[in-house]
């Protein structure tokens, strides 16, 4: 089943034209953002991504892990400090760093035009989160996306969570290679998808169907995820072409957004065989 045009470029938003550059986000200190332990900063280095300063405790234990993020620092020229640990705590303002810390550029937004334009062998594969509001979740989200080949997050730029240093230690690093895009109004986003050429399934507790009987996963598709506790908005529920459930049999009646989502994105992943 097909749309016409599947996969095609979603036509610009507002945001699109004004093609506005990376914002700050929360957690940029006077000299940028901070990306707190091992994993989120080794796949930030493997990645590519712009990195200031490497700080590194002191009293932190050789690993693999390590060696691989002081090497990749090393080839890209990045300045490594050992420093006291307690430097890093008040940098970390709370986080789990594992004694490794690294100072970058405020997160890079991308447009979402480049990312559908992206050269890829199967259909599109965005994930679009409806107000959700934990960065835990976002960053558990993203990496799930990831782990499933997603190409694409979708945030609402208000009144939801955006990329901080708890969503990147959340996604484990995920967030150093998965394009992440805010915009400025979900429904009209989404619905300019649907104009060209893609599938919008959203995830619904009370749908009628089980998401295991929908047969637009297979092709080009935004996935939309709901609010922690209220799940989709009318606006943006009224916008999907199909509402889906997950089976549910114990009893509790629902699951953790991030749970949901990995659960459906491994759906979606079984239905493209």
């Given at each position: 089943?097909?749309?016409?045009?599947?996969?095609g470029a979603a036509r610009r938003t507002g945001q699109d034209r004004g093609r506005?550059?990376?914002?700050?986000?929360?957690?940029?200190?006077?000299?940028?953002?901070?990306?707190?332990?091992?994993?989120?900063?080794?796949?930030?280095?493997?990645?590519?991504?712009?990195?200031?300063?490497?700080?590194?405790?002191?009293?932190?234990?050789?690993?693999?892990?390590?060696?691989?993020?002081?090497?990749?620092?090393?080839?890209?020229?990045?300045?490594?400090?050992?420093?006291?640990?307690?430097?890093?705590?008040?940098?970390?303002?709370?986080?789990?760093?594992?004694?490794?810390?690294?100072?970058?550029?405020?997160?890079?937004?991308?447009?979402?035009?480049?990312?559908?334009?992206?050269?890829?062998?199967?259909?599109?594969?965005?994930?679009?989160?409806?107000?959700?509001?934990?960065?835990?979740?976002?960053?558990?989200?993203?990496?799930?996306?990831?782990?499933?080949?997603?190409?694409?997050?979708?945030?609402?730029?208000?009144?939801?969570?955006?990329?901080?240093?708890t969503a990147e230690k959340a996604a484990a690093g995920a967030l150093a290679h998965?394009?992440?895009?805010?915009?400025?109004?979900?429904?009209?986003?989404?619905?300019?998808?649907?104009?060209?050429?893609?599938?919008?399934?959203?995830?619904?507790?009370?749908?009628?169907?089980?998401?295991?009987?929908?047969?637009?996963?297979?092709?080009?598709?935004?996935?939309?995820?709901?609010?922690?506790?209220?799940?989709?908005?009318?606006?943006?529920?009224?916008?999907?072409?199909?509402?889906?459930?997950?089976?549910?049999?114990?009893?509790?009646?629902?699951?953790?957004?991030?749970?949901?989502?990995?659960?459906?994105?491994?759906?979606?992943?079984?239905?493209?065989?």
């Amino acid at each position: 089943m097909s749309r016409g045009g599947r996969g095609g470029a979603a036509r610009r938003t507002g945001q699109d034209r004004g093609r506005r550059h990376a914002r700050a986000n929360v957690g940029d200190g006077g000299d940028g953002r901070v990306v707190v332990g091992l994993h989120p900063v080794r796949e930030l280095l493997r990645a590519g991504r712009p990195v200031r300063r490497l700080l590194v405790a002191d009293t932190r234990d050789a690993s693999a892990v390590l060696a691989e993020i002081l090497g990749l620092a090393r080839d890209a020229g990045i300045v490594v400090e050992e420093v006291d640990r307690a430097r890093i705590d008040d940098r970390a303002e709370g986080q789990v760093h594992q004694g490794v810390l690294a100072i970058a550029p405020p997160f890079p937004y991308a447009m979402l035009p480049d990312v559908v334009a992206r050269p890829r062998t199967e259909p599109l594969l965005l994930v679009a989160l409806d107000s959700v509001t934990d960065p835990h979740n976002l960053g558990s989200i993203a990496r799930t996306a990831d782990a499933v080949g997603a190409h694409g997050l979708l945030l609402p730029s208000r009144r939801a969570a955006s990329v901080t240093p708890t969503a990147e230690k959340a996604a484990a690093g995920a967030l150093a290679h998965l394009p992440v895009v805010q915009v400025a109004n979900l429904v009209r986003t989404l619905k300019e998808m649907q104009g060209g050429g893609t599938w919008v399934v959203g995830l619904d507790g009370d749908a009628p169907d089980p998401i295991g009987d929908c047969r637009l996963l297979a092709d080009a598709l935004v996935l939309v995820v709901g609010a922690e506790g209220r799940g989709l908005s009318r606006l943006t529920a009224e916008t999907c072409d199909q509402l889906v459930r997950l089976p549910m049999r114990g009893a509790v009646g629902s699951l953790n957004a991030s749970v949901a989502a990995a659960v459906a994105l491994y759906e979606v992943l079984r239905h493209r065989g």
